[in-house]
């Protein structure tokens, strides 16, 4: 069973950059970050493999985030730069399962969620 616990978040003013990370014990298949707000509900920003080789992002992130894993590690990364006030969320990383290998953007397909961290873009 995986658990994953996510750090990084904070208050930054607008144009910053912030780097979350999310660290990770137990099998937890492929990986993702997503984003919630009150607006938007929880929606999709980048996923990965543990061995680095394939990602896939949302289309707001527009070349602004990163993601990367370091499997020697267990963490998984989200670089993000160039931060608007519309990045404010609390962001959350997921596991697809144990045995999953193919990357996906919907939640519904993730089986394993941290508890969140705030992340807060001022204008």
């Known amino acids: 069973q995986g658990q994953l616990v996510e750090s990084g978040g904070g208050l930054v003013q607008a144009g910053s950059s912030l780097t979350l990370s999310c660290t990770v014990s137990?099998?937890?298949?492929?990986m993702g970050w997503f984003r919630q707000t009150p607006k938007k509900g929880r929606e999709f920003v980048a996923a990965?493999?543990?061995?680095?080789?394939?990602?896939i992002y949302a289309d707001f992130v527009k070349g602004r985030f990163t993601i990367s894993a370091d499997g020697a590690k267990n963490t998984v990364t989200l670089q993000m730069n160039d931060l608007t006030s519309e990045d404010t969320a609390v962001y959350y990383c997921?596991?697809?399962?144990?045995?999953?290998?193919?990357?996906?953007?919907?939640?519904?397909?993730?089986?394993?969620w941290g508890q969140g961290t705030q992340v807060t873009v001022s204008s």
């Open positions: 997921a596991g697809r399962g144990s045995s999953v290998t193919v990357l996906s953007r919907d939640r519904s397909q993730y089986r394993y």
């Open positions: 137990g099998r937890t298949g492929t």
């Open positions: 990965i493999t543990w061995n680095g080789l394939s990602s």
